[in-house]
């Protein structure tokens, strides 16, 4: 029955309340179970304690290592040393790799007789000596060993870690602080800019550039927050990437009476930051935030960061102390247009942290037994709402098995590749033929495995077979509503759950099924390729065979069309048409045939049919250089401005397309992830640039998560 709103409080408890916000509020999951536990418990379960080094000193003892988690951006090792120093203890630093294991050993020996401390840094870099490390924790005796003894581990979680000295040991952790403002105050706090800003020629310039550099690290580090929206790889950049930037910085000043910005962003945005950058379009990205903060305006007190006038530098003479007041000022929370996203992003972070809470609870449930409501009539139901049906207790197994019947029902037979080889043989003027011919065997060998699998688990179930290690992976995994690895291993890339990955594998043959049936469609579903780039490099070689160019010389323009749907029949003469796409933090006016702003809520904006339109890349050089040159400006990538069928200029931006929201894989000989897809040139207007969109993290996506 629904519950009249007005009843929401009466009617529910506080954990229903909890599953309907986890049906159609995601965003206020985390939010809503910080309420519920403190309700419930007490509020200082959803207050983080201090981090306090003498109390977990205290609960050591020369037996039990004490061992640091790591986050990013969090360096324990000061902390040691300052405590060390209050409590007149000798500390030997080893930062653990190859070689250090026998040094460390040494060390660990002689602190064991003399009484002092050992810190070993960043074990899980020394993944192989961590077996003889277990064996020397072990074989510490109360009676033998120094009572003064210690031994500091610092680790990033690794599943290698010898399990016997974590439950021996001593765990910690210390997030790193959260917010600009957080930030902001941990650099001017450990950077030593009083002395910095004496030492420089310069000192108003340094001032304000330091400034400026400080929140360029900040923002850096907080855009990883928003997932694939900040970085595609989330980048564990380190106050010492800003340490020897502000170096420089001071340097520079000390060599020159201009500025040389252009030095300045290349040595921080291309070596000191930039070389952590392994993708491409992250590297892109970076440069473009670098530019806001290492630029001439930066020196101008009268040109905030932000739109709100809230972050900006301070006016000639101000001192470190005056900017140090100033950041204690600050907002503790800022909005998402301070990193140049969209206020949707807020939405996005919410559902990213929720999902990962809820992925670990899911590990911590029970597998022994799962409740079923059977069906109930009105009759069933009380006057105040309450479902009294009768419930049927499943187990484990009959719950996997009920999945895997299920599955097996709704697979099509494969695809017959001799009737399919007939009626679309491999001829040299149809590439699309050879596409189809290769998707249809990738998709024979994904059916082969998943019928296979699903077989095998409930021969395994009803003891007819062992189960093996991997079926018993495959059942946890049906149980759980995730994709089986063992699928993941012969599929397609794909972050959907089991319900919503299913039916998306049922929509994909049926594509290729109506595609035998019927001939190729008019309009190619583009997220339905198991290969997409097959398809892409099949739609370029038919236009350079048709027109008798080399393929090197073939290259795509794109159109949007707006006025076709996916389910036109007619084919353009060259290229494809292709639907499927999802943007994602941005939309496509179609009125005004341009990039506009997301709506408030709207994560995501299916696109129209784009024609992807194969042209000859020597005769787009010339029109674009044509174009340039009859025009007073071009976009930030190179290409021309465009001019719309109304008269209004446009600029262009260079939107790339990935196979799933992560965006992030592994990277390729070409520089980009291999969940790249292409870039799609989109049409935009001057007020939104392209280093507007790429702060956006614009881009589109063949699926959507479910």
Known sequence: PQIPLQDWQRKLSPFRKLMVMRCLRRDKLVAGMRAFVESEMGGKYVRPPPFDLASAFADSDQCSPLIFILSPGVDPSQSVYEFASQQQQVVENISLGQGQGPIAESAIREAIDRGTWVVLQNCHLSLTWLPTLEKIVDELNMDTTNVNFRLWLTSMPSAKFPVSILQNGVKMTNEPPRGIKANLARTYASLGAEQLAEDCKQPDVFKKMLFGLSFFHAIVLERRKFGALGWNIPYEFTPGDLSISVRQLQEFLNLYETVPFDALRYLVGELNYGGRVTDNLDRRTIQMILSDYLCPQVLDPDLPFDEDDIYGVL???????????????????????????HANADITSAIKESSTLLESLLMLQPKDAVAASSSSSSSDVKEDGDDVSKKVVLSRDEVIEGLCRDLEEKL???????????????VYENSMNTVLGQELIRFNRLLDVVRKSLAEVQRAIRGEVVMSLELERVADALFDNNVPALWSKVAYPSLKPLGAWSQDLLARLAMFSDWLRNGPPGVYWISGFFFTQSFLTGTLQNYARKHKIPIDDVV????????????????????????????????YDRQQETLAESRPKQLFYKMPVIWLRPTSASAKKKNNRRSTSSSSTSSSSGVADLVSSSGAKRVVYPCPVYKTSQRAGTLSTTGHSTNYVLTINLPSTPEFDEKHWTKRGVAMLCQRDN
């Open 556 to 587: 795509f323009d794109f159109e949007v069309m707006s006025h076709l749907t996916p389910e036109h029949k007619e084919q353009p003469e060259d290229g494809a048409y292709i639907h499927g796409l999802f943007m994602e933090g941005a939309r």
């Open 315 to 341: 006016p000639e003479g101000s001192q470190v102390s005056d900017y140090v007041d100033f950041i204690d000022s600050l907002p503790t929370d800022e909005k998402p247009a301070v990193f140049g996203l």
């Open 412 to 426: 099509p037979a494969n695809f017959d590749l001799d009737a399919a080889a007939k009626k679309y043989p491999v």
